[in-house]
């Protein structure tokens, strides 16, 4: 299957300051690309989706000006968690939408570990 | 709406077979997936059922789709220790802004000796 890689996987930062999550899809370009938050023994919870080339679209609750992100190019979308505070800690996990033929299908990312202190 | 329900946690025996269910409700799902997190990681993509599908079988997994009763289920045959984690299923709903996955609540598989 394809692989999608996210850096750093774990990251602690003090409370004020911001921490910016790549994520990239290795073998396969991905126009679109989707940014989870799981908080513990909790499912996913969609964040954002990101477009190459375009504004993100965030979900209802996700305060954009909070949580950046770019899809720079095919292959890479960055998140960025400014001004972190203790209640964004959190488990962060991308996925890269895969387009082949009569499938659609998400590929994820092996998360972040985020940790504000 | 948009909810996905799962039982939240499955005990068996190595070598016995598990079968995770799975309810939906928006019966505009175009796909639906079964993913698979260990502790600490991402999600592996397991496998996935198109919609107009009932059935489809992959080596060890078997899903079977009642559309009808919006109704998913993962069955694992001969079932390892190494296949302990939480299982996700996950419904796909075309919206203005593309294909967006609404997952479920997670089920834990144990796998005993």
């Known amino acids: 299957g394809a692989v999608v890689s996210q850096h750093p996987s774990r990251v602690i930062c003090k409370s004020g300051t911001s921490v910016k999550i790549e994520c990239r899809s290795l073998d396969f370009q991905a126009t679109t690309m989707f940014w989870y938050r799981q908080f513990p023994k909790q499912s996913l919870m969609l964040m954002a989706t990101?477009?190459?080339?375009?504004?993100?679209?965030?979900e209802q609750g996700v305060e954009k000006d909070k949580f950046l992100i770019n899809h720079a190019s095919l292959t890479l979308s960055t998140l960025t968690v400014t001004s972190a505070h203790p209640e964004d800690s959190s488990f962060y996990i991308c996925s890269a939408r895969e387009l082949a033929g009569d499938t659609d299908t998400q590929y994820f990312g092996p998360g972040t570990r985020l940790t504000v202190l | 709406g948009e909810d996905v329900e799962q039982s939240l946690f499955l005990s068996v025996r190595e070598g016995d077979s598990s079968v995770i269910n799975c309810t939906y409700t928006?019966?505009?799902?175009?796909?639906l997936y079964w993913y698979k997190q260990e502790p600490g990681a991402g999600l592996q993509l397991l496998t996935y059922?198109?919609?107009?599908?009932d059935m489809k079988q992959d080596q060890r997994l078997t899903v079977l789709l009642n559309k009808k009763d919006k109704h998913l289920s993962l069955r694992i045959a001969d079932t390892q220790t190494g296949d302990s984690a939480i299982y996700f299923c996950a419904e796909s709903i075309l919206t203005g802004g593309g294909n967006k996955l609404t997952f479920g609540t997670g089920t834990q598989l144990k796998v005993e000796l």
């Open positions: 990101s477009n190459e080339g375009s504004k993100a679209t965030y």
């Open positions: 928006d019966s505009s799902s175009t796909y």
């Open positions: 059922i198109f919609s107009n599908m």
